[in-house]
């Protein structure tokens, strides 16, 4: 979702990747909503929740956007 890698853009039915800044709000817009979706699992729903409770999340970049992105989302517990 927010690779540097130009072949990636294939993996979305792109040519070529959005910009890097794009790439990283697209990345924030995702984690949001997943973050949402995994906070609202009901306690009696017929699958079991994982025993974190939620996936765990990781990020490599380096740049400014995804430092950012990596303290909003992947440092919780």
């Given at each position: 979702?927010?690779?540097a890698?130009?072949?990636?853009?294939?993996?979305?039915?792109?040519?070529?990747?959005?910009?890097?800044?794009?790439?990283?709000?697209?990345?924030?817009?995702?984690?949001?909503?997943?973050?949402?979706l995994w906070e609202a699992w009901e306690p009696d729903a017929p699958i079991p929740r994982s025993p974190p409770g939620?996936?765990?999340?990781a990020q490599v970049g380096s740049s400014p956007a995804g430092m950012a992105l990596g303290a909003r989302w992947f440092s919780r517990t």
């Open positions: 979702m927010t690779a890698i130009a072949g990636a853009a294939a993996n979305y039915r792109s040519a070529q990747l959005p910009a890097h800044a794009d790439r990283y709000e697209r990345g924030g817009e995702f984690e949001e909503v997943v973050t949402r939620r996936p765990v999340l």
